[in-house]
T-cell receptor, first 113, second 114 residues
Framework: LAKTTQPISMDSYEGQEVNITCSHN???????ITWYQQFPSQGPRFIIQ???TKVTNEVASLFIPADRKSSTLSLPRVSLSDTAVYYC??????????????FGQGTILTVHP | NAGVTQTPKFRVLKTGQSMTLLCAQD?????MYWYRQDPGMGLRLIHY???????AKGEVPDGYNVSRLKKQNFLLGLESAAPSQTSVYFC?????????????FGPGTRLTVT
């Protein structure tokens, strides 16, 4: 998995849009960008995955510029329940990787009332 | 569907004792994984399995053994527990790894070794 860099922590308020940026300068051609969310005392939960441009689902959007050296997870109108750790992972899940995940320290997002 | 379940939820062991953690999934997934998470850190892969009867080492396999005798179950064993194995253990499974890093995680087992 390619090395990623993301902010250690972020603060926001209810109703705001939150953007968490992840840097991955050494991303390879076959690599995908994946984001997980982890609440305290729970296992991580898959949020979104993308390869290029923009991906959107019911939870979040993922923006990936043309050079793919960074990506931004966007959470619209956050609520207190979005307080969690967010992990950015970059790699090729196929082949002999067998989908193995390597998590960094992640970004601690705290949403305030 | 229950998804991924883990047994037990909590356990306290004395140094040198042994135990087995059970992971079960009812989604007919081929791939299963065991991770550990230490305070303030991300998850690290211990062992994984790409199908029934197969196992392989991950990033931190020392002190652990695994078995996958049935497709739906993945067991993690500690033969002689050490304080350094105090951690939260997560099991995960996925249907396919082709073009996808989507894994489903269990609720975790909090293990303390004294």
């Amino acid at each position: 998995l390619a090395k990623t860099t993301q902010p250690i922590s972020m603060d926001s308020y209810e109703g705001q849009e939150v953007n968490i940026t992840c840097s991955h300068n050494n991303i390879a051609t076959n690599d995908y960008i994946t984001w997980y969310q982890q609440f305290p005392s729970q296992g991580p939960r898959f949020i979104i995955q993308g390869y290029k441009t923009k991906v959107t689902n019911e939870v979040a959007s993922l923006f990936i510029p043309a050079d793919r050296k960074s990506s931004t997870l966007s959470l619209p109108r956050v609520s207190l329940s979005d307080t969690a750790v967010y992990y950015c992972l970059v790699g090729d899940p196929g082949g002999t990787s067998y989908g193995k995940l390597t998590f960094g320290q992640g970004t601690i997002l705290t949403v305030h009332p | 569907n229950a998804g991924v379940t883990q047994t037990p939820k909590f356990r306290v062991l004395k140094t040198g004792q042994s135990m087995t953690l059970l992971c079960a999934q009812d989604m007919n997934h081929e791939y299963m994984y065991w991770y550990r998470q230490d305070p303030g850190m991300g998850l690290r892969l211990i062992h994984y399995s790409v199908g029934e009867g197969t196992t392989a080492k991950g990033e931190v396999p020392d002190g652990y053994n695994v078995s996958r005798l049935k497709k739906q179950n993945f067991l993690l064993g500690l033969e002689s527990a050490a304080p350094s194995q105090t951690s939260v253990y997560f099991c995960a499974s996925s249907y396919t790894t082709r073009l996808s890093y989507e894994q489903y995680f269990g609720p975790g087992t909090r293990l303390t070794v004294t």
